[in-house]
């Protein structure tokens, strides 16, 4: 099935250290982005993809890192600049980026740092 | 004042029942999505709007452009429709129609 793949599902890791978030979609799709929700608060954006081996900082970038090597893949380094790094990020995908396109949502990692 | 407000935050109803959530926005808009998510946190696209009205089974998504607002019935609720629902505008015109600015969300909990 097509569709947005985010692992892990929970993960903890030690004040201090990086982390990777991964996301992967199968839908062909040319734009990709990084959300994150904190409670009671919307969506905010991190970072965006429009195509592949170019992407832009987004509202809250800072402590953030990303990479699109592929088409399909837009991986997340949460890094130790990041002050608050606790909260569910949420990876999505539409067919172009710069167009008026509906986003895909994958299924959320939720990170906390111990 | 965020550019996207919802109303309620929360809304209890039993099962049966006709919902309305509200989302009025205070910027030009050249779409507006409705988005649910359940409890494991995975969100699903419900509509994307422009003008007028959508229906899809027993949702229905409606939107006034010159009042900057927009509803999302449910017609005879069902505990299965408990989540959280979100509204997203996405900004008009620029170079920047890719993004979007969503709400904080409506947690809506259906008793049997």
């Known amino acids: 099935d097509g569709g947005i793949t985010q692992s892990p599902k929970y993960l903890f890791r030690k004040e201090g250290q990086n982390v990777t978030l991964s996301c992967e979609q199968n839908?062909?799709?040319?734009?990709m982005y990084w959300y994150r929700q904190d409670p009671g608060q919307g969506l905010r954006l991190i970072y965006y993809?429009?195509?592949?081996?170019?992407?832009q900082k987004g509202d809250i970038a800072e402590g953030y890192s990303v990479s699109r090597e592929k088409k399909e893949s837009f991986p997340l380094t949460v890094t130790s600049a990041q002050k608050n790094p606790t909260a569910f990020y949420l990876c999505?995908?539409?067919?172009?980026?710069?167009?008026?396109?509906?986003?895909?949502f994958g299924p959320g990692t939720r990170l906390t740092v111990l | 004042k965020n550019e996207v407000e919802q109303s309620p935050q929360n809304l209890t109803a039993q099962e049966g029942e006709f919902i309305t959530i509200n989302c009025s926005y205070s910027?030009?808009?050249?779409?507006l999505h409705w988005l649910q998510q359940h409890p494991g946190g995975g969100i699903v696209s419900l509509f994307m709007?422009?003008?007028g009205k959508k229906k899809h089974g027993r949702l229905i998504a409606t939107i006034n452009i010159q009042e900057k607002h927009s509803s999302l019935h449910i017609t005879a609720s069902h505990p299965r429709d408990s989540a959280v629902y979100i509204c997203?505008?996405?900004?008009?015109?620029?170079?920047?129609?890719?993004?979007?600015?969503f709400g904080k969300g409506t947690l809506l909990t259906v008793n049997p």
């Open positions: 999505a995908s539409s067919l172009q980026g710069w167009s008026y396109n509906e986003q895909f």
């Open positions: 839908l062909n799709h040319d734009a």
């Open positions: 993809s429009q195509i592949v081996n170019d992407f």
């Open positions: 910027v030009g808009i050249s779409a």
């Open positions: 709007l422009s003008s």
């Open positions: 997203a505008v996405r900004k008009g015109g620029g170079g920047s129609n890719y993004k979007l600015t």
